[in-house]
């Protein structure tokens, strides 16, 4: 499609975006505009996807593959914005269009894959892809281009061709009500603390965000704890208020699961059973079946191999800690039986007394600001790179910032914009993404990389240690799309599969505890003195209390999802609810523990296919990072240059242009083995 003939006047989303590195006309976008420049923009790669394959010439790589990867530019930015601006700063205008759109956007990608005359061309190169004499990326971006237009559905037929695109396009529209559901919960619910004794232990961190986040949904002067994660974790962790706690946890449990319109459980079964269907179309039992294929796992029997392993250990480390718990209650008079929403309380009681770590002692040396600088200094220090603010650009909102990121020679590399607080038009969690990915095919493309995070606000803004790590591993997510070296777009950045995508991200997390990193950066918000020796061997020495408590948690959770995605008869469970917790039962787990996620409010599964039969993947990828970890611990330097230089080359710059195993591999040298995993977690002799 001509954009020429486009009144780009009328949607700034279609004309040209003159701003550093293509950075979206944020201030110009209004809701209404998104519907239309998302039809100019289907319109126009359909067109160019005819062209590829009405091309008279006959298919090679050029005119086909990388033709084909140069395809769909506009609507790639124009959906970058609309889909970050859903998740980071939405509107009822923006979720109206979220839901009339979803089915035509579904509609659309399925169009693209059952293009026969499209994919007669990717097939005929792929039937004969060893005599083409093609450079390696060259080779995998063909083999994940056929992959992707198979696993699509491309060789259906009839009936099975034309339920399999209705199917995609009714996945679309339940996982955006999924999601703007649990939205909703969470940004109405809000326990307010009107009574000095509902204040009882919080500490002044906690009291002035809660301040904050009272002044930002209308009660100004009122402190009030809402479900963001960086609120309702401290309250649980030290509201002296048992009964407030217990109010304050069934609220964040319960997301997703009051009666009504805004109800997630027929969701549930709505998208687990389309996504049965889905794979049986595909010749698939489940859904586990087909998803892990395309995952370095390969199959459902390898995840519960690592699971199985993990879970056990897990919940006798748990139960250790249980007791101790249950031991430090009966001392201080406490006569309750331990509850969900007791653990923490106990938990940090015990952390105060055995390992001298006071939350409330700790989060002065982690302001904001210098957590950041720290991250961007590590950055620099492991790939030479440097992040130059850039205040004067126009973003979406007055919190956001930007950063122009440059190599070591001075040479642009992308631009960074980092999305840190809470607020009650964001989702919860923690993510990176995109605005613009690299490549240079065709022309050259810097990448436009966001990390959100949901801190409550403060003044300044304080973050627990495990904060700080949140803020480390979503900038390890940011680093790998912004150093991402390869030429075609699908291959970029975090295109990885699935269980190696988390590496980067968790990987970085380990220079947040390095010693030398926290002599530099962690230095007290009103005296600027540094983080003291004695508590960086106390933080180190405490970080494996509590293993147990996360790591039945998540894996709890891990469990459920490959439980519910492995079934072959979702339509037939009438209360996945009741699934959940008789898979949990029988799992033996601990209800004082819980689980990381109940199914109600699981957006990695149910908002997105994107961790669905997935989530396994952060087991998986520390089993890679705790591996890795090890080079630099072998080489004596967390900077060791030639390390350092082979994790950029090997890992953060490969993207997607090298078999996952084969980057591990050449980074590491040889396979990985759970053995550090293990050791890292407090497992090994559990």
Same mark, same amino acid.
């Given at each position: 499609?001509?954009?020429?003939?486009?009144?780009?006047?009328?949607?700034?989303?279609?004309?040209?975006?003159?701003? /550093?590195?293509?950075?979206?006309?944020?201030?110009?976008?209004?809701?209404?505009?998104?519907?239309?420049?998302?039809?100019?923009?289907?319109?126009?790669?359909?067109?160019?996807?005819?062209?590829?394959?009405?091309? !008279?010439?006959? !298919?090679?790589?050029?005119?086909?593959?990388?033709?084909?990867?140069?395809?769909? $530019?506009?609507?790639?930015?124009?959906?970058a914005v609309f889909s970050n601006l859903c998740a980071s700063h939405t509107s009822p205008e923006l979720q109206a269009v979220q839901r009339e759109m979803a089915a035509p956007l579904a509609a659309h990608q399925s169009a693209i894959y059952l293009h026969a005359g499209l994919f007669a061309r990717v097939r005929a190169l792929h039937d004969r892809r060893d005599t083409l004499g093609?450079?390696?990326?060259?080779?995998? /971006?063909?083999?994940?281009?056929?992959?992707?237009?198979?696993?699509?559905?491309?060789?259906?037929?009839?009936?099975?061709?034309? $339920?399999?695109?209705?199917?995609?396009?009714? /996945?679309?529209?339940?996982?955006?009500?999924?999601?703007?559901?649990?939205?909703?919960?969470?940004?109405?619910?809000?326990?307010?603390?009107?009574?000095?004794?509902?204040?009882?232990?919080?500490?002044? +961190?906690?009291?002035?965000?809660?301040?904050?986040?009272?002044?930002?949904?209308?009660?100004?002067?009122?402190?009030?704890?809402?479900?963001? &994660?960086?609120?309702?974790?401290?309250?649980?962790?030290?509201?002296? &208020?048992?009964?407030? =706690?217990?109010?304050?946890?069934?609220?964040?449990?319960?997301?997703?699961?009051?009666?009504?319109? #805004?109800?997630?459980?027929?969701?549930?079964?709505?998208?687990?059973?389309? =996504?049965?269907?889905?794979?049986?179309?595909?010749?698939?039992?489940?859904?586990?079946?087909?998803?892990?294929?395309?995952?370095?796992?390969?199959?459902?029997?390898?995840?519960?191999?690592?699971?199985?392993?993990?879970?056990?250990?897990?919940?006798?480390?748990?139960?250790?800690?249980?007791?101790?718990?249950?031991?430090?209650?009966?001392?201080?008079?406490?006569?309750?039986?331990?509850? !969900?929403?007791?653990?923490?309380?106990?938990?940090?009681?015990?952390?105060?007394?055995?390992?001298?770590?006071?939350?409330?002692?700790?989060?002065?040396?982690?302001?904001?600001?210098?957590?950041?600088?720290?991250?961007?200094?590590?950055?620099?220090?492991?790939?030479?790179?440097?992040?130059?603010?850039?205040?004067?650009?126009?973003?979406?909102?007055?919190?956001?910032?930007?950063?122009?990121?440059?190599?070591?020679?001075?040479?642009?590399?992308?631009?960074?914009?980092?999305?840190?607080?809470?607020?009650?038009?964001?989702?919860?969690?923690?993510?990176?993404?995109?605005?613009?990915?690299?490549?240079?095919?065709?022309?050259?493309?810097?990448?436009?990389?966001?990390?959100?995070?949901?801190?409550?606000?403060?003044?300044?803004?304080?973050?627990?240690?495990?904060?700080?790590?949140?803020?480390?591993?979503?900038?390890?997510?940011?680093?790998?799309?912004?150093?991402?070296?390869?030429?075609?777009?699908?291959?970029?950045?975090?295109?990885?599969?699935?269980?190696?995508?988390?590496?980067?991200?968790?990987?970085?997390?380990?220079?947040?505890?390095?010693?030398?990193?926290?002599?530099?950066?962690?230095?007290?918000?009103?005296?600027?003195?540094?983080?003291?020796?004695?508590?960086?061997? =106390? /933080?180190?020495?405490?970080?494996?209390?509590?293993?147990? +408590?996360?790591?039945?948690?998540?894996?709890?959770?891990?469990?459920?999802?490959?439980?519910? #995605?492995?079934?072959?008869?979702?339509?037939?469970?009438?209360?996945?609810?009741?699934?959940?917790?008789?898979?949990?039962?029988?799992?033996?787990?601990?209800?004082?523990?819980?689980?990381?996620?109940?199914?109600?409010?699981?957006?990695?599964?149910?908002?997105?296919?994107?961790?669905?039969?997935?989530?396994?993947?952060?087991?998986?990828?520390?089993?890679?990072?705790?591996?890795?970890?090890?080079?630099?611990?072998?080489?004596?330097?967390?900077?060791?240059?030639?390390?350092?230089?082979?994790?950029?080359?090997?890992?953060?710059?490969?993207?997607?242009?090298?078999?996952?195993?084969?980057?591990?591999?050449?980074?590491?040298? $040889?396979?990985?083995?759970?053995?550090?995993?293990?050791?890292?977690?407090?497992?090994?002799?559990?």
């Open positions: 499609m001509d954009l020429a003939a486009i009144d780009t006047q009328a949607n700034p989303l279609l004309g040209a975006w003159p701003a /550093l590195h293509g950075l979206p006309p944020f201030q110009a976008v209004q809701p209404h505009h998104f519907k239309p420049a998302l039809i100019a923009a289907m319109a126009a790669e359909r067109a160019e996807l005819d062209a590829i394959a009405d091309n !008279p010439e006959p !298919p090679d790589f050029e005119n086909t593959i990388a033709a084909y990867d140069r395809s769909g $530019r506009l609507l790639l930015r124009v959906h093609l450079a390696p990326e060259a080779l995998r /971006l063909l083999e994940r281009i056929y992959l992707d237009f198979v696993r699509a559905g491309t060789l259906l037929e009839g009936p099975a061709r034309q $339920r399999y695109a209705q199917v995609m396009e009714e /996945l679309a529209e339940a996982t955006t009500a999924f999601a703007q559901n649990v939205l909703h919960d969470e940004s109405t619910w809000m326990l307010p603390l009107l009574h000095d004794d509902d204040l009882a232990g919080l500490p002044d +961190f906690l009291c002035e965000a809660a301040l904050a986040a009272g002044a930002e949904r209308g009660r100004p002067g009122c402190p009030v704890i809402t479900l963001s &994660r960086s609120l309702i974790v401290p309250f649980l962790t030290f509201s002296a &208020r048992r009964d407030l =706690r217990e109010q304050a946890w069934r609220a964040w449990v319960a997301r997703g699961e009051h009666a009504g319109e #805004h109800d997630n459980r027929p969701l549930i079964g709505r998208i687990l059973t389309l =996504r049965a269907e889905q794979a049986r179309l595909l010749g698939y039992r489940s859904y586990a079946d087909y998803a892990l294929v395309d995952r370095m796992a390969r199959e459902p029997a390898a995840v519960q191999r690592l699971l199985g392993d993990v879970w056990p250990r897990a919940r006798r480390v748990a139960a250790r800690e249980r007791s101790l718990l249950e031991a430090t209650a009966r001392a201080a008079g406490e006569a309750h039986a331990l509850q !969900p929403w007791d653990w923490r309380f106990w938990a940090e009681r015990v952390r105060q007394r055995d390992f001298a770590v006071d939350d409330a002692e700790v989060k002065p040396y982690f302001p904001l600001e210098a957590m950041v600088a720290a991250a961007f200094d590590c950055a620099t220090r492991l790939f030479g790179i440097r992040f130059t603010p850039r205040p004067e650009l126009p973003l979406y909102h007055a919190d956001v910032r930007a950063y122009e990121v440059h190599d070591a020679e001075g040479r642009a590399l992308g631009l960074f914009i980092q999305d840190n607080f809470a607020r009650p038009s964001k989702r919860s969690g923690a993510w990176m993404s995109s605005y613009a990915l690299q490549w240079r095919n065709g022309d050259v493309q810097l990448p436009v990389v966001s990390n959100n995070n949901n801190f409550a606000k403060g003044s300044p803004t304080l973050l627990s240690f495990d904060d700080v790590r949140t803020l480390f591993h979503e900038f390890g997510h940011g680093l790998h799309g912004l150093l991402s070296d390869v030429t075609y777009a699908r291959l970029s950045g975090t295109a990885v599969l699935r269980d190696f995508v988390e590496l980067p991200s968790q990987l970085f997390e380990h220079w947040m505890e390095e010693p030398a990193v926290l002599r530099r950066h962690a230095r007290h918000y009103q005296t600027g003195e540094p983080l003291p020796d004695a508590l960086i061997a =106390r /933080l180190q020495a405490a970080r494996r209390f509590g293993q147990g +408590f996360d790591t039945v948690r998540y894996t709890a959770s891990a469990l459920v999802d490959m439980a519910a #995605h492995a079934h072959e008869d979702p339509a037939s469970v009438e209360d996945w609810c009741a699934f959940e917790a008789r898979t949990l039962a029988d799992l033996g787990l601990d209800p004082a523990v819980g689980v990381m996620h109940r199914l109600v409010h699981f957006q990695h599964l149910f908002s997105t296919d994107s961790y669905a039969a997935g989530y396994y993947v952060y087991l998986w990828a520390e089993v890679l990072e705790a591996d890795a970890w090890g080079a630099f611990t072998e080489a004596g330097d967390p900077f060791a240059p030639e390390v350092a230089g082979r994790l950029r080359r090997c890992i953060y710059a490969a993207g997607n242009s090298v078999e996952p195993g084969a980057a591990y591999q050449a980074f590491r040298g $040889r396979a990985p083995g759970i053995e550090p995993l293990l050791a890292q977690r407090g497992l090994v002799d559990a």
